[in-house]
Every structure is written in structure tokens, then in C-alpha cells.
């Protein structure tokens, strides 16, 4: 979340103390313009001139400045290692100078650096050095960046109420303020809360907002990141060729950027996208450069998500122990970062994987999946894993299985989880009238959608 620059624009030049002029104030001003429509070599230009003159030529409080502005690119480009010394340096000037709100900046992007690596406790810790020495500075802009930043934070653990009221109090801030672009990107990370939360009709409007305001303002990567999450509602609801041309766009925009960070997110979601219509052959190389995109940015939460996808798709192509050493991986990072929403989905499907291996541990793995799922709310989770939970005690007790699954259609409303009971409920009882309903469900689904497990599981079940 970067912001504008900290000098007034007071003076066009700058003169420093040996003499040397240069229009350091209006370059930066020129810098930020380039930044929104992703023309990098330039703003670079601009950027390592500047630091370079500073160095050379200019007060402490320049130097500071300058430093802050070249680590933040490199931040904005996932170069983490040159940008952290640069942003320290900053910090230690603007501290000695008694500035607020430069350190309170400086401790911005060094806790996104830590959030992007997943060091949430040391990002959160440095967001919340933002928000004292914003408020110390009086400075309104810098509180409002800090709530954002701390409640990704809290949105990445799984703590959804912190995490919107932080929003709340960020977007009360920039209605203040009068920014509309801050307006829109708050809104549109209030829709990734409640999708979530589950309620997409309500993502599915932030999300518009959001890239409405980025086109008006012509944010390229505000509206990309908006198109991005207007994708996911399609994908979720099996509206695939709009999720495709969305993640297309994207996908443009971040190339014509040179965004590493908005590539990989892209190729992730279409990924997505070849996977529900059923092509793993397709989606393979597209996770594998997923993966490779998140590891060469040092991004642990992205790596672990691109793990995730690699192991369906290996799991797809029959080749359960490549899937299960992606999980393993997965898993590692995740218990490492407390990442509960992806926590969960993965245990439950490494759970499936030992449960058709014939390994015990099976039963521990989808009871810890089901409980986080039910603290994340992720019903979809808690519902298979609670699925394979009846099927494993339907192995000892047919009739207790058949009864767990029974108890689960009034928990799980929607037609896809009707569908899910409906069918193990047939496989576990052989009735008839279950698997009528099983057939009915999926067809219907498949009117509305795509996605290839719907007419698969139709031919399943018609067999």
C-alpha cells in the first residue's frame, strides 16, 4: 500500500548544500504518475537518479526520502533484498531527524516485506509501529495505511471481525480524506473478507466498486487486482469463461507492468480455472510456474497455496505421491504461518488421499480439518471433511456411517452439498431414492456451470 510522497511540493528544484540543482520534487511527482501505468524502467530512472543525487549532494531529510522511494519500488517489484537495507537506512535517518511520519512510512514497507515472506507476528508488530508513529505525527494518511496493513494481517489468520473492523476504520479515514482510490481498494478488500465469509453477492459489489473507481482513476494495477477477485466470485459460482477473461485481463496488465507479483496471481487463478474445467494436463504447467513465480519472491503464503493446487492436480493425474509430498510441504508452511483457511482444505485432502492409501491417520487429520473449517467458517471444507469421517466409521459400522452422513444434509445447505450427501448416502445404503436426488442435484448444477466434477460425478453416479 504505497502513499504519496512526504516532501511538500513547495519548490519545482531542489538546491543542495554544495550548489547542485535538481527538480528532485516534480521527478517523484512524474514517478508516481508512471507508477500507475506500470512504466517500471522509467520510474527506476527516476528513483535510483534521485538517491544517487541525494547521496552526493543533499540534506538528511532528502537522503531519507529518496531511500524510502527506491526501497518501496523494489518492494512494489518483490525484490525484497535490495529493498530492506535501503528502507532501514531510512528509518535510522528519519529517526534521528525526530520525523513520525517518515519512520512511521519506513515501518510500512518493512512490515510488508514481512507479511509477503509470512512473518506475521513481525509484520504485524512493524504495521503497528506504523499506526504509533502516524498518530504521533498527526498524520491521518499514515494511520489509514497501517489499519489496512494490520487487518491483512488478521484476514490471513483467519480473524475476520479484526479484520473488517480495521477496514471500517481505514475507510472512514479515507472518506475523510476524500481519496477515492484508497476508497475503492478498501472496499474491494472488504469483499475478499466476505467472500471468506461466504457471502459473495456481497464481495461480488466491493469488488465492482473497486475496479470501477480503478478504471475511473486508471489505477492499471488497482483495477488488475479488482479483476482478479471479480474472477473468483465467477469461479466459485462455475461462471468460467467470465473467470477466464477476467484473469485474462489480468494477466495482460501485470505482464505490460512487469508485475511479478500480479503475474503470479494470475497464472494462479487460471490454473484454477483448467482445473475446473477439468484439464490437468493444462493446468500442470501453469501451477508449476505458479510455484515458481511465489518462490523466487520469497512469498511463503503463495507458495503454499501454488502446493495446494499442484497437489489436486497430481491427485487428478493419479499420482498420489507426488500430491502428497506437495501437502506435505503445504501443510509445513501453514502450521508455520497459522494459515487456518488453507490449513484446512489441505489436511482434509491429504486426509483423503491416506484415508484411499488405508492409513489410520486419516481419522485424526479430517477431525482437525473439520474443527479449523468450522473456525474459519469454510463450509465447504467441514463438509468433506466430515464426509470422510462417516465413510471412515461407515468401515467399522455401516449403519453409523450411513446416520453421520444423514445428520449433515440439515447443516449444509445448497444444492452442491445436498448433492455430496446425497450421493455417499446411496454409496453407503444403496438406496435407490438417494441417488435419484444425487443425479437430480448435479444436473441442475450442471445447467449453471462448467465445471468438469459435475458431469463427472454425473457418469459416476449413473453407472
Known amino acids: 500500500m504505497k502513499r504519496a510522497a512526504a516532501v511538500p511540493l513547495k519548490r519545482l528544484w531542489l538546491t543542495a548544500p554544495d550548489g547542485a540543482p535538481r527538480p528532485y520534487q516534480v521527478l517523484s511527482r512524474v514517478a508516481e504518475v508512471r507508477t500507475l501505468t506500470g512504466q517500471w524502467p522509467q520510474v527506476e530512472e527516476i528513483y535510483r537518479g534521485n538517491l544517487d543525487w541525494a547521496r552526493r549532494a543533499a540534506g538528511r531529510m532528502v537522503l531519507a526520502e529518496a531511500l524510502l522511494l527506491m526501497g518501496g519500488f523494489h518492494l512494489r517489484r518483490g525484490e525484497y533484498l535490495p529493498a530492506e537495507p535501503l528502507l532501514r537506512e531510512a528509518l535510522g535517518i528519519f529517526r534521528d531527524l525526530g520525523d513520525h511520519r517518515g519512520a512511521g512510512r519506513a515501518w510500512g514497507d518493512l512490515g510488508a516485506i514481512r507479511q509477503r515472506q509470512g512473518d506475521f507476528p513481525a509484520a504485524l508488530e512493524a504495521f503497528g509501529n506504523e499506526l504509533s508513529e502516524s498518530a504521533a505525527a498527526g498524520d491521518p494518511v499514515g ?73 475511473r482513476t486508471g489505477d492499471r494495477n488497482g ?20 473467470a477466464a477473461a477476467c484473469f485474462a485481463e489480468k494477466l495482460a496488465i501485470a505482464e505490460s507492468m512487469g508485475d511479478r507479483i500480479g503475474l503470479k496471481s494470475a497464472i494462479g487463478y487460471l490454473c484454477l480455472v483448467e482445473c475446473d474445467l477439468g484439464r490437468p494436463g493444462a493446468a500442470l504447467p501453469l501451477a508449476r510456474r505458479h510455484l515458481a ?83 474459519v467458517t469454510r ?12 465413510r471412515i466409521a461407515a468401515a467399522a459400522d455401516p449403519a453409523e456411517g450411513a446416520r453421520l452422513t444423514r445428520e449433515l444434509a440439515p447443516r449444509f445447505p445448497g444444492d452442491e452439498a445436498q448433492a455430496l450427501v446425497a450421493r455417499q448416502l446411496f454409496e453407503l445404503t444403496g438406496d435407490q431414492d438417494q441417488r435419484r436426488r444425487a443425479l437430480e442435484l448435479y444436473r441442475e448444477l450442471q445447467k449453471k456451470s462448467k465445471k468438469y466434477r459435475y458431469r463427472q460425478a454425473i457418469e459416476e453416479v449413473s453407472r
Open 143 to 215: 494511520q489509514l495505511y497501517a489499519h489496512g496493513n494490520m487487518a491483512i494481517i488478521h484476514f490471513y489468520r483467519g480473524e475476520y471481525p479484526a479484520a473488517l473492523d480495521r477496514f471500517e476504520r481505514r475507510l472512514a479515514l479515507a472518506r475523510e480524506l476524500g481519496d477515492e482510490r484508497v476508497i475503492g481498494h478498501t472496499i474491494g478488500n472488504m469483499g475478499v473478507v466476505h467472500r471468506s465469509t461466504g457471502d459473495l453477492d456481497r464481495a461480488m459489489e466491493c469488488y465492482r466498486q473497486d475496479c470501477a473507481v480503478n478504471r
Open 223 to 242: 483495477t488488475a487486482v479488482a479483476l482478479g477477485n471479480i474472477g473468483i466470485i465467477h469461479l466459485s459460482r462455475g461462471e468460467l469463461d467470465q
Open 379 to 390: 463450509a465447504d471444507v467441514e463438509l468433506g471433511s466430515r464426509l470422510l469421517l462417516a
Open 293 to 375: 513465480l511465489a518462490e523466487e519472491l520469497g512469498e511463503k503464503k503463495s507458495i503454499a497455496e501454488a502446493l495446494g493446487d499442484l497437489a489436486n492436480i497430481h491427485g487428478d493425474l493419479g499420482d498420489a505421491a507426488a500430491a502428497e509430498r506437495c501437502l506435505a510441504r503445504a501443510l509445513a508452511i501453514e502450521r508455520e504461518l497459522g494459515l487456518k483457511y488453507y490449513l484446512c482444505e489441505h489436511l482434509c485432502h491429504r486426509a483423503e488421499l491416506r484415508w484411499a492409501a488405508g492409513d489410520g491417520t486419516a481419522r485424526g487429520m479430517a477431525e482437525e480439518a473439520a474443527a479449523l473449517a468450522a473456525e
